[in-house]
T-cell receptor, first 111, second 112 residues
Framework: SAVISQKPSRDICQRGTSLTIQCQVD?????MFWYRQQPGQSLTLIAT?????????ESGFVIDKFPISRPNLTFSTLTVSNMSPEDSSIYLCSGSHNEQFFGPGTRLTVL | GESVGLHLPTLSVQEGDNSIINCAYS??????FIWYKQESGKGPQFIIDIRSNMDKRQGQRVTVLLNKTVKHLSLQIAATQPGDSAVYFC???????????FGTGTRLKVLA
């Protein structure tokens, strides 16, 4: 399986600011996804990152709050905009060929 | 460490015993299932998968059982080791879709 890296691994941010998380895969993948995992909970899909076009968002997530880019088949970014403490979570990037594999996550704390 | 699994159901197993982790999936149309292991501070790691045309699949020390009648999936870990301590998630994928739906997760705690 491919290896996914994320940057930053963690951050502490102030309310009202934005953070961009980068996801890099070491090989080309068909699909890339962004998930949120709140403390003690399961994974919730935010959106599918589409190469060269707008991301496909799940119910409850909107582009203005979570803009996503995917300029090629190995890289994607997720921005968490105008952050509030409720956005404190782990954000996970995943890639998929046949099976789906995950990055290590970005732990975000918003004060 | 990470707080993943803090509020999840916990299964405590003695080292060397077998573990059985259960999952009820939601969509009768799902045709592909994966078990993931998530250790503290890490992303989920693929363990084993199974397609809906099978009811059992074995890996190294792990077995997945699928009961489509009752929409139930289980992960059996033989001779559980301390390194097996983690949170385990099942995920389902529907035919013709690319999205995975994750179960609520179970924290496995291995007692020495």
């Amino acid at each position: 399986s491919a290896v996914i890296s994320q940057k930053p691994s963690r951050d502490i941010c102030q309310r009202g600011t934005s953070l961009t998380i980068q996801c890099q895969v070491d090989s080309q993948v068909t699909m890339m996804f962004w998930y949120r995992q709140q403390p003690g909970q399961s994974l919730t899909l935010i959106a599918t990152a589409n190469q060269g076009s707008e991301a496909t968002y799940e119910s409850g997530f909107v582009i203005d709050k979570f803009p996503i880019s995917r300029p090629n088949l190995t890289f994607s970014t997720l921005t968490v905009s105008n952050m509030s403490p409720e956005d404190s979570s782990i954000y996970l990037c995943s890639g998929s060929h046949n099976e789906q594999f995950f990055g290590p996550g970005t732990r975000l704390t918003v004060l | 460490g990470e707080s993943v699994g803090l509020h999840l159901p916990t299964l405590s197993v003695q080292e060397g015993d077998n573990s059985i982790i259960n999952c009820a999936y939601s969509n009768s149309a799902s045709d592909y299932f994966i078990w993931y292991k998530q250790e503290s501070g890490k992303g989920p790691q693929f363990i084993i998968d199974i397609r809906s045309n099978m009811d059992k699949r074995q890996g190294q020390r792990v077995t997945v059982l699928l009961n489509k009648t009752v929409k139930h999936l289980s992960l059996q870990i033989a001779a559980t080791q301390p390194g097996d301590s983690a949170v385990y998630f099942c995920a389902e994928n529907g035919r013709g879709t690319y999205k995975y739906i994750f179960g609520t997760g179970t924290r496995l705690k291995v007692l020495a």
